[in-house]
């Protein structure tokens, strides 16, 4: 079975560098930064999730949500974490180390769709094992 999100062992990498810095983290895929592109990276917590804020997996241990109006223009595609050199804005904890976390897209077949859990909502991450 297709997980919802993954990532490149660069991103893992860097997870595990920014988890060792910070503790447990967490990634959220604004619908609106960057074409949708740029997921924060924040310590765990420390982003308020709303009611309309989905997990869809985890990735490097860290919980990986998004809005469900976002979901709903993922649906179909494996989220794969990767990240570039760029220097990134705002409060993402990867940003001072001059990289950015980036989202790309892979279409799933029409068999790993009939298989795909569905995501799970955000305000139960604090659940989540």
Do not use: Y
């Amino acid at each position: 079975m297709a997980d919802r999100v993954t990532a490149t062992p660069e991103a893992l990498s860097l997870l595990d560098r920014l988890s060792a810095r910070h503790g447990p983290l967490m990634l959220h895929l604004s619908g609106g930064c960057c074409d949708g592109s740029a997921p924060l990276c924040l310590p765990l917590g420390e982003f308020r999730m709303g009611g309309r804020d989905l997990c869809i997996g985890r990735v490097g241990g860290a919980p990986f949500c998004m809005a469900d109006d976002t979901f709903e223009w993922w649906r179909n595609s494996q989220v794969i974490l990767d990240v570039i050199q760029a220097r990134g804005g705002g409060f993402s904890l990867e940003a001072p180390d001059g990289v950015r976390f980036t989202a790309k897209a892979r279409l799933f077949t029409d068999g790993e769709l009939i298989d795909l859990p569905d995501p799970t909502p955000a305000t139960a991450m604090q659940e989540m094992p």
